[in-house]
């Protein structure tokens, strides 16, 4: 549309600057035509048809004869007066004098097939460049309002046909992540805006069954496994209380029961996980209470636990999301801070706008920034940029940022001077 408006512009007073100055010549022509009819030429001279007198000569008309001016406007700027002696003396001729904006054209008069004298006669420029001037900017003027409007126009246009594409490319993806049960179900495939439905309400329906197909699988998985883990860890306690072992033999059995400690809760938090998915409603709990028992959940291992304290901004904060639910998100990461933890951890519960905040701090080495992301993908380990720790599945952390997500909420890791430092924001009730 700008190509096109200034295309159209630039060909309009192309046009119109031909138009006005062919204009300006057809009257300066008639000019000197009206001027060499009230001529009489008898031999070699040239006599006026009437007397002449200060109204007999046109005020833009100089008459020559032999090259000499018979007769010539009062008060003719001396630039227009030389220049109009010069065309005489090559008549028929035309030029224009810049500096009085005056076009001036000669017509020679002849006298028994030669010439005896000529007219000059003159027309000021000034009023056709000034209708060119303004007729510039008016057109330039109204291309720019032509554009603004088209281009406001198309934009409305555009976003009110895109609408619906956004709403429901907003609904699919919040659906995706919340309520798999939701369709648009607008019927079979009509238009553009109903065959789009469809293909999305059919991407939903897998991603449903896969989705709900992984849940089961975790869940029959980590049910299936508790058992095994049980019964080792019985005998593994048996051994401890009854056997005769050597030191290094109940070091061994102390290993595997924190071994099948970690485990066993890893495998709460998949059943944590697959139980909050398959389900979406969810009630609400006391945050502090939560935090704390999220705290006495991993002291049962049989690693040594650094100090663990709980400070709670303010009593009575609620969070929209069941207690076992918030004590499986918080346990792997308060195990993680335990871990890494030289000698405490700091557990902070404070509400933030419409969530509530728990920030986890420990006094280890903490995490590398280019770590702050990479240590929740399942496998990844957390540690500093030059050492990793070996202990631990790498599993926790990305179990955890999933049950949070699952219950609107996030997990993710922050750089501090202080050591690792980790965020769980969940939706306040």
Known sequence: MAVLLTALTVAFNLVLSDRLYAEATSAVQARASAGLAGLDVTGNRIQLSDAPDERSIDPQVWIFQAGAPLEQPRGAPPANTSVAAALARVAPARRDVGATHTRLYAVPVAQAGRSVGAVVAGVSLRPY?????????????????????????????????????????????????????????????????????????????????????????????????????????????????????????????????????????????????????????????????????AIDAGRSSAIEDPHT???????????????????????????????????SVELSVARAGADVSFTIVDDGAGVASDCLETIFEPGRRAGTAATAVATGAGLGLALARRLARSAAGDVYATASDRGGCFTVRLPAA
Request: net charge positive.
């Open 309 to 343: 304290s709980l400070h709670v901004a303010s009593p009575g904060i609620r969070v929209a999301v069941e207690q076992d639910l918030v004590e499986r998100i918080l346990a792997p990461i308060i195990e993680n801070a335990r871990r890494h933890a030289v000698t």
């Open 129 to 293: 460049q000034q209708t060119q001037r303004t007729a510039l900017v008016a057109s330039i003027v109204l291309a720019l309002a032509v554009f603004l409007a088209v281009a406001f126009s198309a934009r409305w246009l555009i976003s009110k046909a895109l609408t619906p594409v956004a709403r429901m490319t907003r609904q699919a993806a919040e659906w995706s992540e919340r309520d798999l049960d939701r369709r648009f179900a607008l019927g079979g495939p009509r238009d553009e805006l109903t065959q789009l439905a469809a293909t999305l309400d059919k991407l939903l329906d897998r991603l449903a069954s896969s989705l709900r197909h992984e849940q089961r699988l975790s869940a029959e998985l980590s049910h299936e496994l508790r058992t095994p883990l049980a019964s080792i860890a019985a005998d593994a306690q048996f051994a401890l209380r009854h056997t005769d072992v050597s030191e290094q033999g109940r070091a061994s059995l102390e290993n595997i029961l924190a071994s099948t400690g970690r485990m066993a809760r890893t495998l709460d938090t998949l059943i944590a996980a697959a139980r909050a998915q398959l389900d979406p409603h969810r009630g609400s709990s006391d945050a502090a209470g939560c935090a704390g028992a």
